[in-house]
């Protein structure tokens, strides 16, 4: 992409509004654009973010045995009467009526859809398990929106939902979503710990929530510290397999949410100096709930013994759109972004220091034809700005290499590869420099 075609509206000034360095740094980079309270437009460099993010959940997901699909974002009020949350769920909903005056909603999460799709043609055993998930917008008229993407009112979620014969094998899904969510956090080049949780509006008596330790996360959370630096099972798990010790090896060790969180364990489970307590974000959360609403909406199989008997069932959220927050939270530095590779925006940016100078020109399309070819992604800025500008403008939107191509430099056949997460430099010829970028010789 060239940067004279692309769309990068930059804001020279902080905004005021924003709280935290995700927020202003979203609008300042010209990634999201505030269109009502919580409800933001996604702008090109954003969006890109958000696609590899999304896609990175996706293929956890179907590495996992998660099948994908897509239900639409309204949903009929005569669904949630039927699972009994249609009064309950507070101002928290948006309700709305269409013009034949018939009750609707725009969904905050779809237990009550999959279920009402999943009973339509699940008849036996035979029919089980299975794992289904959506990556779809949600609305939530949350009462105090903020900090940007983190609390939106309407945010991308993934959010899956298991079907199982008893708790036995419902537990397996659980663990299932548990472990790749462990490792889509951590190609995200995010530490996630699983916390216990509280279930909340969505029920049921098992929880986790996954947390990103960050000075401004909206939660309060204990755990111990040697939970933190625990790695990621790894993408060659066994889903087929026993996940339950993988489980096991990080719920045994005390790690809990505010809300589920007891003083009194917490000192005499963990030696005083493991014990950490902090602010974290919410990146996701599973719940087992049984038959809450298998119960309910009538959901059930015939078991091998020929009686009918309602699903087990659980859900699986991640705050996809959150998750963009998250990581410029964790990966930031007094200048902008620095994008994990997986997901930035770009691969590599290109500075022309002299745009319109015939030689630094024909340089800059050569190195940009060649990244180009090797699938590196490359954002040549090729506007007629000052130098010092385009730096800024580069190191605020954090990719992970700057490619500086200059006449000066170019006379001694020489170009500047930086490395944007250290800042290290390097001085190479440019075809050496646009080699070893391609080879991503320099991560
Ligand atoms: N149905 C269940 C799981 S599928 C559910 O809705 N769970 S949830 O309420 O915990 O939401 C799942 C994830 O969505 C959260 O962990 C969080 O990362 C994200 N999320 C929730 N509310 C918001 C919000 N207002 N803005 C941005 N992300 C949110």
Known sequence: ????????????????????????????????????????????????????????????????????????????????????????????????????????LYGPTNEEMITE???????????????????????????????????????????????????????????????????TFDRLGLKAVPMRADTGPIGGD?????????????SEVFCDASLVDMGAPGLDVDFEG????????????????????????????????????????EVGHIFYFGTKYSDAMNAKVAHPDGQERPVHMGSYGVGVSRLMGAIIEAHHDENGCIWPEAVAPFGVGIINLKSGDAETDAACNHAYAQLEATGREPLLDDRSERGGAKFATMDLIGLPYQLIVGPRGLKEGKAEVKVRRTGERHELSLEDAVSRLAEGAFS
Do not use: C
């Open 1 to 104: 992409m060239r940067l004279s075609r692309f769309f990068l509206p930059v804001l020279k000034e902080t905004p005021s509004e924003a709280q935290i360095v995700s927020h202003r740094l979203m609008l300042r980079g010209g990634m999201i654009r505030q269109e009502a309270a919580g409800i933001y437009a996604w702008l090109p460099l954003g969006f890109r973010v958000l696609k590899k993010i999304e896609q990175i959940v996706r293929e956890e997901q179907d590495r996992a045995g998660a099948v994908e699909m897509l239900m639409p974002t309204l949903q009929l009020a005569d669904l949630w009467r039927e699972s009994g949350r249609y009064d309950g769920y507070g101002e928290e909903m948006l309700r709305i009526t269409d013009r034949h005056e018939r009750e609707m």
């Open 206 to 218: 098992l929880s986790h929530e996954f947390i990103i330790l960050a000075d401004t996360g909206e």
């Open 242 to 281: 026993d996940l339950q010790p993988l489980v096991d090896e990080r719920t045994a060790l005390y790690a809990a949410t505010d809300e589920m969180h007891d003083a009194a364990e917490f000192q005499a489970r963990v030696p005083a100096d493991r014990r950490l307590s902090a602010r974290g974000i």
């Open 117 to 183: 799709i999943f009973r339509a043609s699940a008849r036996s055993y035979k029919d089980l398990p299975k794992i289904l998930y959506h990556i779809q917008w949600k609305f939530r008229d949350e009462r105090r929106p903020r900090f940007g993407v983190m609390r939106g009112r309407e945010f991308l979620m993934k959010d899956a939902y298991s079907f199982d014969l008893d708790e036995a094998s419902a537990r397996r899904a659980y663990n299932r979503m548990f472990i790749a969510y462990l490792n």
